[in-house]
């Protein structure tokens, strides 16, 4: 049996890292017999921001009217996710990056069926060691620690291969009505933001339910 599930996320937005961690968490607590197809989807929550990214502080103050606020909302989040084993180092991250090219290594990885692990290692890259994931020698560093070929990412990188894929599966998800992250479909069930582990695996439960349901019946049938 398999169940798809699909998350639509940001590599900058901490909510996405805590959701995913969830959902992973939930996952794990299900039968092994069931195999879940996991996909990821790009979303932009700076869209306009330069390819070089800009001084976090700067651009956080920027955003929410005083370092303090930004300050406040980080704390809040790790608070947020004490039990999610994440280890948040807002102090490591001097810059918000584009993480358009991030999002472009993700569709190399899922064709090498490594996007999940990819996408770990992007979000502990930048949420948990500071790392600036819009460049693209720490993106062919992160993609090598998780078996990508050095080489093929950096050509990928700096060339224009994947890009109008991308934008296309970006836009996608804005004419799905998507408009905020993380979004996750389990089996075409919509779950917004960073539900608790007990949310996700009693919606992942329901899941399994309906498709053994569905294929009794097509069995049944036939």
Same mark, same amino acid.
């Given at each position: 049996m398999t169940v798809t599930v699909t998350i639509t996320?940001?590599? !900058?937005?901490?909510?996405?890292l805590i959701g995913e961690r969830r959902l992973a968490k939930a996952i794990r607590a299900l039968p092994?017999?069931? &195999?879940?197809? !996991?996909?990821?989807?790009?979303f932009e929550l700076n869209p306009t921001m330069p390819s070089e990214g800009m001084d976090r502080r700067?651009?956080? &103050?920027?955003?929410?009217?005083?370092?303090?606020?930004s300050q406040m909302l980080d704390a809040q989040t790790t608070e947020a996710a004490r039990?999610?084993?994440i280890a948040f180092d807002y102090a490591a991250i001097k810059k918000t990056p584009n993480t358009f090219l991030a999002h472009r290594l993700m569709?190399?990885?899922e064709q090498r069926g490594v996007a999940t692990g990819v996408a770990n290692a992007i979000f502990a890259a930048y949420f948990e060691q500071?790392?600036?994931?819009g460049n693209v020698e720490t993106l062919a560093d992160i993609a090598t620690e998780s078996g990508l070929d050095r080489s093929e990412v950096r050509a990928l990188c700096q060339s224009d291969e994947s890009e109008i894929e991308t934008r296309a599966a970006e836009n996608a998800q804005y004419a799905a009505g998507i408009h905020s992250v993380p979004h996750f479909s389990i089996n075409g069930h919509i779950v917004s933001g960073a539900?608790?582990?007990?949310?996700?695996?009693?919606i992942l439960r329901r899941a399994i339910?309906?498709?053994d349901a569905h294929a009794s019946g097509i069995s049944s049938n036939t």
């Open positions: 996320s940001d590599f !900058i937005c901490p909510w996405c092994s017999d069931v &195999t879940f197809d !996991i996909k990821w989807r790009p700067i651009y956080r &103050t920027a955003k929410f009217g005083s370092w303090e606020r039990d999610d084993d569709r190399l990885a500071g790392r600036d994931i539900q608790s582990v007990e949310t996700f695996e009693a339910e309906r498709t």
